[in-house]
């Protein structure tokens, strides 16, 4: 089985979200929800942290993520989203900050291990390689969208708590940019913020961000920057994916991006509620690496960022990845299109482990 390293999990949203237990097994989760009808993922889900462990996965990113939205009415679809926004964002801080607890609280039972710098990264992936089953996964602290982040001097509290890369925006609008389904600038304080980053070395995480907020973030920011969960416009049409000449400038600045497996980025004109799994499979999310591969000319720039509890289960899974651990069977899908062992092992982990040795502090 081949180590993993997942770009993005959601792990202490599905906690203190959704009321999970990420700690049990999969199945005994998916059991324990039979009945809830407040979400078509209840009884779906694909992740926990033994099912990581089943999956070879060594690292991640975890997130921190808890949205303001002020301007939006009180009720009807706020509501639903209730385990998501807030009124403000002194609300989100403290919602993300209760997140940062939950993952405080398995790092004290051994379940998780922080990595905040390059030096904790090698040490963590040697006692991984060494005796896994003993180990903990090991995290490194992100946070979808940087609403938490109450005014741009705070950010430096965020990176002594461990924080090392960070969102603009999520959907919609935030205090700093413009996320998913809309267009915008950066705002003054997303400007100052970036220039906080850069301050502190803090990875900016252009994912989410809208093409206009895109573009301006890339041009005023000199920092390290990586896409953690996108994939490609040129194969599923729309604003979540990012374009050809996206993806080149990211390249051109030495990012690695990670492939999401949310289906609706897999497949053209998905249509959540009423498209069904079985029309597209893992060979979907093989076709956007091979996609980024042949625009680097290499396999250096791509990786897995699978977002599988990202607010979905397996209602909107490929057919044949039905939970975290059957991303092992990408080693078969790769192997088939000629990848070699050692672009099959970048694409599973080295390239998200050569950005973080670079770009972590010592």
Not at 281 to 307: F, K, N, P
Not at 329 to 353: M, T
């Amino acid at each position: 089985m081949r180590r993993l390293f997942d770009g993005h999990l959601d792990l202490s949203w599905n906690a203190l979200g959704w009321n999970r237990d990420v700690t049990i097994d999969l199945d005994a989760l998916n059991r324990s929800e039979v009945g809830l009808t407040d979400h078509p993922g209840r009884g779906r889900a694909t992740t926990t942290l033994p099912e990581m462990r089943r999956a070879g996965i060594a690292l991640c990113q975890a997130t921190l993520l808890a949205r303001a939205k002020p301007d939006e009415p009180r009720g009807g679809q706020v509501l639903a989203r209730a385990t998501l926004d807030s009124c403000c964002q002194e609300i989100a801080s403290a919602t993300a900050r209760g997140q940062l607890g939950y993952y405080e609280l398995l790092e004290r039972r051994g379940l998780l291990r922080r990595i905040r710098t390059a030096t904790e990264l090698d040490a963590h992936w040697t006692k991984w390689e060494a005796d896994p089953a003993n180990e903990p996964i090991g995290y490194l602290l992100a946070m979808e969208g940087a609403d938490p982040i109450v005014e741009p001097s705070h950010a430096a509290e965020w990176w002594e708590l461990g924080l090392r890369s960070v969102n603009l925006a999520h959907y919609g609008p935030s205090r700093y940019a413009m996320g998913t389904g809309g267009d915008g600038p950066l705002t003054s304080s997303g400007v100052e913020l970036l220039k906080e980053f850069e301050r502190l070395g803090m990875i900016l995480d252009a994912t989410h961000l809208s093409d206009t907020s895109f573009f301006q973030a890339l041009d005023i920011f000199s920092g390290p920057v990586l896409a953690s969960h996108n994939n490609c416009r040129a194969i599923v049409p729309g604003q979540r994916q990012f374009s050809d000449e996206q993806l080149k400038l990211l390249i051109e600045r030495g990012a690695v991006i990670g492939a999401a497996f949310d289906a609706w980025m897999l497949y053209p004109g998905w249509v959540r509620g009423k498209t069904q799994p079985e029309v597209v499979g893992l060979e979907a999310a093989a076709d956007h690496v091979d996609h980024i591969c042949q625009l680097a000319g290499d396999s250096r720039h791509v990786a897995i960022g699978s977002d599988l509890d990202g607010g979905f289960g397996t209602e909107q899974t490929p057919r044949d990845l039905t939970r975290i651990s059957d991303l092992q069977k990408l080693e078969a899908v790769f192997a088939s299109r000629g990848y070699s062992e050692q672009a099959i092992d970048d694409v599973f982990h080295g390239n998200w482990l050569r950005f973080f040795r670079k770009h972590l502090p010592a």
